[in-house]
């Protein structure tokens, strides 16, 4: 059984417009490479596109802080705020695993708490005078003309 060897056979093919041959190749095997010019127009498209958003992006900025000035703030104090009261746990659970030091410290907010008591709630001209204070202090915190 023989079998025979087919001879393979080249088309005729003509150059178009989104192909470019190479002049110095075999003959009968044209290489074939494909015209770029459609990707590079893509992409100089998209590199316009994103110049001209980067361009712009400063000014969407400062158009977002002027319109939610007051919510952007509030929520980077609140952040702040959380951090710091995170850290300051922390801090505290920390020397609260020192040996003596909870107890000592328990000691020392006990006793401030019943100086407190025996010298603001007791008498009558006490509480007034801590009543007076504690309207100083809402005072001078909601009072814009402090000088």
Known sequence: ME??????????VSPTDDMTTIKNSETGNLSKVTNNNQFNQQASEIGRKVSEFSEKLPGYIV??????????????????????LKILLAIVDAINDIPLVSPIFQLIGVSYVIWFIFRYFLKASTRQELAGEVDSIKKQITDDNIS
């Open 3 to 12: 079998s025979e060897v087919q001879q393979p056979e080249y088309a005729n």
């Open 63 to 84: 158009r977002f802080y002027e319109e939610y000035k007051l919510p952007i703030i509030s929520f980077g104090l609140l952040v702040v705020l959380v951090t710091s």
